[in-house]
C-alpha cells in the first residue's frame, strides 16, 4: 500500500507539468492591452511610447512621438490582439492588430509608424472565395506565427467544406506578397475526423507516397479529410490509415457554388459537406 501511495503522489505532483499548455509563439511580439512599451518604431534612434487598447468592438493604437499623440482605430473588430516585431529587420517596427471582424471572419491588420502618421501595408488578396487576385488592406486572418522574415495568417476557407487554412506571407516593398507553393494549409487535430468526408462511390485519386505518385480509388465509404487546397484545381487529403494524395477540383459552375471532384459535383459525392455558414 505504501508503495501504491508513492507512486500516486509522483503522478499528481506531474500532472501539472504534463498539463501545461505549448508557449504561445508570439508572446514576445505581444501588446497587452491598456498597456505602454517604449521602441524605435520607425529607425531614427529615438524611442516612441506605443500602445494598444481593446475597446468594445475595436482596437486602438496610439503612438506619443516629441510630445505629440497619434492615434489609429480599427472600427469593428472583435476580441483585438497586437503584436509589434521588426519581421524583415529593416529597423522599421511592424505593428499586427488582429480580430474577428465576423462570425469567425478574422482580419490582420499591419502598421508602419513614419514619425508622423500611421501606413496602412496591404496584403496579397487571401480572403474566403475563389478570386483572390490583387490585394486588400488588411491580411485575411489571424496572425498565428512570425519567423524568418515570414508570417502565418489563419482564416476559413472553402473547398468541399470550410476548414481553417493557413498562407504564409513576406513583407517586398511595403507589401505582404504570397511567400509559399499556393497552397492552403489545413492542418490535422483532435476535430478533424469529426467533420471528415466520406464517399458514397468510388473516387478516382492519386497516391503519394516517398515522393511517388500512384493512381487509385478512395473506395466509396472511406473516411478522408482536406489537407490542403488552391480551391481550384488540387485538394489534398488524407484517409483514416494514413494515405496521402490528392484530387482534381474545380469550381461548380453550374450551381454557382461549392466544387466538383472529378467532373462530379460535390454534393452527389459525399454523405455530407462540412460548409459553414
Sequence with gaps: MKTLCIFLLTILLALPAM?????????????????????DLDGDGEMETLAFRAAGSDAEIAVEDDGETTGWNSEVLFY???YAADIDGDGIVE???CGDWASADYATYCLH???GTFTQLPFANASRGEDNEGYMDYGYGYLQAVDGGRITLCGSQDVLGTYFGTR???LQNGTFEFADDGLWRFPIDEY???????PTRDIAATFVSDGAETEGVIPAGTAFVITASDKTSVAWFQ?????????????DTQRGWGNTV?????????????YAD
Excluded: C, H, K
Excluded at 505549448?22 to 521602441?39: F, I, K, N, R, T
Excluded at 472529378?262 to 462540412?274: A, K, Q, T
Design 95 to 97: 505593428i499586427f492588430v
Design 80 to 82: 483585438p490582439s497586437a
Design 262 to 274: 472529378n467532373g462530379i459535383p460535390e454534393d452527389e459525392l459525399f454523405e455530407m459537406v462540412p
Design 192 to 198: 478533424s475526423w469529426d467533420r471528415a468526408l466520406v
Design 168 to 170: 504564409v506571407f513576406a
Design 239 to 251: 484517409t483514416g490509415d494514413g494515405r496521402e494524395g490528392y484530387l482534381a477540383i474545380a469550381p
Design 19 to 39: 498539463a501545461e499548455p505549448a508557449a504561445d509563439p508570439l508572446a514576445q511580439y505581444a501588446l497587452s492591452d491598456g498597456q505602454s512599451v517604449e521602441m
Design 113 to 115: 509608424w513614419d514619425g
